[in-house]
């Protein structure tokens, strides 16, 4: 089934670890995107990438990196988990930048300690 | 920045009955998005409205924009359980790099 698969699915880390979140997808989108999702807060946009070999910041881009080295891959990278990070963590898609529906993963909950 | 806001923030209704949900903004806009999440899953896009449009529907969904006052609504119309879910409203600002900006949420409860 196309789509959008994140992994893993959950994980606890100790602070002060470095963590990668993995997230592909297989439609050929072009513009990726990392969100967090906080109660309350709704989601944040973190970093996206508009194109295989760009990338750009979003909202609340301090504390993680992203690469896109292909079209079909965005990881996310915490360099140094802090507390503050626990979150669930969405990657999501779209055909073009923005103005397309975007296709969502199940998420990644991810709890500091 | 949060664009959309989401009202009410909470809304339990019985099953078939319509509900309804609204979403304001505070900028102009190209469209507007709403999407629905399940406990526990992504978010999965429901229906998108230009900003040059009034109404669209898809199935048991009505959307209106009303881009005077800044705001849009959801409806859904004889609800079922499976429509318990979190709504969101997203909206696009131009293309710029805040790409899209969701809302907190409508957390929709039907009651069998």
């Known amino acids: 089934i196309a789509g959008i698969t994140q992994a893993p699915t959950s994980q606890i880390l100790a602070a002060g670890r470095r963590m990668t979140l993995r997230c592909t997808q297989d439609m050929r989108h072009n513009a990726m995107y990392w969100y967090r999702q906080d109660l309350g807060l709704g989601l944040r946009l973190i970093h996206y990438s508009n194109t295989a070999g760009t990338t750009g910041k979003g909202e609340v881009p301090d504390g993680y990196s992203v690469s896109r080295a292909n079209t079909d891959d965005f990881p996310l990278t915490l360099a140094s988990a802090v507390p503050s990070q626990t979150s669930v963590y969405f990657c999501a898609s779209s055909e073009t930048w923005a103005t397309q529906p975007q296709h969502f993963g199940d998420g990644t909950r991810l709890s500091i300690l | 920045s949060q664009q959309g806001e989401e009202d009410p923030q909470a809304l339990s209704i019985q099953e078939g009955e319509n509900a309804t949900m609204n979403c304001s903004y505070k900028?102009?806009?190209?469209?507007l998005q709403w999407y629905r999440q399940n406990s526990g899953r992504g978010l999965v896009h429901l229906i998108l409205?230009?900003?040059?449009?009034r109404e669209k529907h898809s199935g048991r969904l009505r959307v209106t924009l009303d881009t005077s006052k800044k705001s849009s609504s959801l409806l859904i119309t004889a609800s079922r359980a499976a429509d318990t879910a979190s709504y969101f409203c997203a909206t696009d600002a131009g293309g710029g790099a805040d790409g899209l900006t969701f809302g907190k949420g409508t957390h929709l409860i039907i009651q069998p």
């Open positions: 900028t102009s806009i190209n469209n």
């Open positions: 409205i230009r900003s040059n449009e």
